[in-house]
């Protein structure tokens, strides 16, 4: 499994809702989870590791020891609240952080593996990562959230700073 690097055409494209909760995604979420914990990632999304479809992972409780892998299939935003301001990274844009404006609370509602419908209420941290992950799956990268001076000042260290390959294997 390979995780796509900005500049890569799946990374832009809208993802396909998941039409069937099976052991083959089971398996595809749990090469997910390893990759990211590999990393220390906060969340990963499918279309970065080049599956374009509507499913994320996220577990923002790593760093403290206790790690809580969190599933999101076919998910939804169904309430926002409050505001909230984080220096956020991506695995698809190494190197590079800013600080980006979010929802500080969310409803949720998504698929889990079992293929169960659940809602859930999100702060902090979790409700920041969703939303970078819910991004991935319209196209969205965080960078796209910065003004404009910020995206080229951006654009400038990325000439600089982007990797040879528009992918990875950590
Ligand atoms: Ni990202």
């Known amino acids: 499994m390979k995780i ?7 990374l832009r494209e809208k993802s396909k809702p998941v039409e069937e909760i099976n052991g083959k995604l089971k398996e595809t979420i749990e090469q997910m989870a390893e990759l990211m ?21 996220l577990d923002v ?12 299939i076919n998910p939804e935003i169904l309430e926002t609240q409050g505001e909230v301001s984080y220096e956020e990274g991506c695995l698809s844009i190494p ?4 600080k980006i404006d979010r929802y500080a609370h969310l ?9 169960k419908s659940f809602e859930r209420e999100l702060s902090g941290l979790a409700a920041i990562a ?5 991004d991935h799956l319209e196209g ?9 001076l910020k995206q080229n000042l951006f654009k400038r260290w990325w000439k600089k700073n982007k990797p040879k390959e528009l992918f990875y294997n950590p």
């Open 95 to 98: 190197g590079y952080y800013a």
């Open 4 to 10: 796509l690097i900005y500049g890569h055409p799946i």
């Open 130 to 134: 969703f939303q970078h992950e819910y």
């Open 37 to 57: 914990y590999k990393v220390k990632g906060l969340g990963l999304a499918a279309n970065q590791v080049g599956i374009p479809k509507r499913f994320f992972i």
């Open 140 to 148: 969205i990268l965080f960078i796209d959230r910065l003004s404009l």
């Open 61 to 72: 409780a790593q760093k403290e020891g206790n790690p809580e892998l969190l599933v999101f």
């Open 107 to 115: 409803l949720v509602r998504a698929y889990d593996l079992k293929g």
